[in-house]
């Protein structure tokens, strides 16, 4: 928001907020450690949500199905291995494998990514601050000719400029007083001995 304040000059008033979000990964033993460090630290707490995901389930689903993917991809290479196979039943038998070793992979690498849920917790911090309002003088630009001064705010300023010179001459010739005494006087005395050279 911009207010003039005077002929050429404007406030420029600024509102803002500063906020700012922030995820942490600690491990799960120092979970309670850390809430209470922030704590300490929060001036003002809107809101605290703990949520547990209990992913023991999905942990257990993974490996079953890791067992699973693994014993029939054995069964598939022993088949394939197998004398007297015929060529198509082969390619079948090898991409079935390709698929359950995939699916095998798949479910290794979630279970990975859950072991990592289990031992790690994510805290997510959202944080703020009050807002904060910055006042600031600017030039006023905007169609300069409007702020020109009239004709009695000129002549006063001309007054006001003339009389400031005069008392610097004033000020400055009294500040050179001897000077000007020691002129005078080299003054009389050169002309008192011109006159009395002309005589």
Do not use: C
């Given at each position: 928001q911009?207010?003039?304040?005077?002929?050429?000059?404007?406030?420029?008033?600024?509102?803002?907020?500063?906020?700012?979000?922030?995820?942490?990964?600690?491990?799960?033993?120092?979970?309670?450690?850390?809430?209470?460090?922030?704590?300490?630290?929060?001036?003002?707490?809107?809101?605290?949500?703990?949520?547990?995901?209990d992913?023991?389930?999905?942990?257990?689903?993974?490996?079953l199905?890791?067992?699973?993917?693994?014993?029939?991809?054995?069964?598939?290479?022993?088949?394939?291995?197998?004398?007297?196979?015929?060529?198509?039943?082969?390619?079948?038998a090898?991409?079935?494998?390709?698929?359950?070793?995939?699916?095998?992979?798949?479910?290794?690498?979630?279970?990975?990514?859950?072991?990592?849920?289990?031992?790690?917790?994510?805290?997510?911090?959202?944080?703020?601050?009050?807002?904060?309002?910055?006042?600031?003088l600017?030039?006023?630009?905007?169609?300069?000719?409007?702020?020109?001064?009239?004709?009695?705010?000129?002549?006063?300023?001309?007054?006001?400029?003339?009389?400031?010179?005069?008392?610097?001459?004033?000020?400055?010739?009294?500040?050179?007083?001897?000077?000007?005494?020691?002129?005078?006087?080299?003054?009389?005395?050169?002309?008192?001995?011109?006159?009395?050279?002309?005589?």
């Open positions: 911009t207010t003039a304040v005077s002929q050429d000059s404007s406030l420029e008033t600024t509102s803002y907020v500063v906020t700012n979000s922030m995820t942490l990964r600690v491990p799960n033993s120092s979970l309670d450690t850390t809430l209470n460090e922030l704590a300490r630290n929060i001036e003002h707490l809107d809101y605290r949500i703990v949520k547990a995901d992913v023991g389930l999905q942990l257990l689903s993974n490996s199905l890791q067992q699973r993917n693994g014993t029939h991809k054995y069964r598939l290479m022993k088949a394939i291995d197998r004398p007297g196979n015929k060529l198509d039943a082969m390619r079948a090898e991409e079935a494998a390709l698929q359950r070793q995939e699916q095998e992979d798949n479910a290794r690498v979630s279970g990975m990514s859950l072991n990592d849920q289990v031992q790690f917790s994510t805290v997510s911090l959202s944080i703020y601050q009050r807002e904060t309002v910055r006042k600031e600017v030039s006023n630009n905007q169609n300069i000719d409007a702020y020109l001064p009239g004709f009695g705010s000129k002549l006063a300023d001309a007054l006001q400029s003339g009389w400031l010179l005069l008392e610097a001459v004033i000020l400055f010739l009294v500040r050179i007083w001897s000077v000007i005494l020691v002129l005078a006087a080299v003054f009389i005395v050169y002309r008192r001995r011109f006159k009395l050279g002309l005589r």
